[in-house]
């Protein structure tokens, strides 16, 4: 089901106090688990050259030193909101000598 950015940002911080969440990025002392979510691009809906409505999409990052079994909160929220997103990709990195893995989304917005 298509979620309003405001809906998808209210889904997000019910997570909170257990796993923070942040816009764009993390500050240092971030405790892991923690979510980041970002702009990522906008489509528009036009009829008769005029902009009928706004859908843009969100990058949802999980940040975790754990496993895939951390993204169980976030899975259990979005399905309990019918939001609509895509499968998780596991990207790991480096961070301050640790190692850390990035579960990737996109969730489309519908704003009208």
Request: proline share 6%; glycine share 4%; hydrophobic share 30%.
């Amino acid at each position: 089901m298509p979620v309003s950015f405001q809906q998808l940002r209210t889904i997000l911080k019910s997570l909170e106090p257990d796993m923070k969440v942040y816009r764009d990025e993390a500050p240092t002392t971030a405790k892991y688990p923690y979510i980041v979510y970002e702009f990522v691009n906008e489509q528009q809906k036009r009829a008769s050259n005029q902009v009928l409505y706004d859908s843009p999409l969100y990058q949802i990052a999980l940040v975790t030193n754990g496993i895939e079994s951390d993204l169980k909160p976030l899975k259990d929220v979005f399905n309990n909101h019918g939001v609509s997103y895509e499968q998780f990709d596991g990207v790991p990195y480096d961070e301050n000598d640790t190692t850390v893995t990035q579960f990737i989304t996109y969730v489309r917005c519908l704003n009208g």
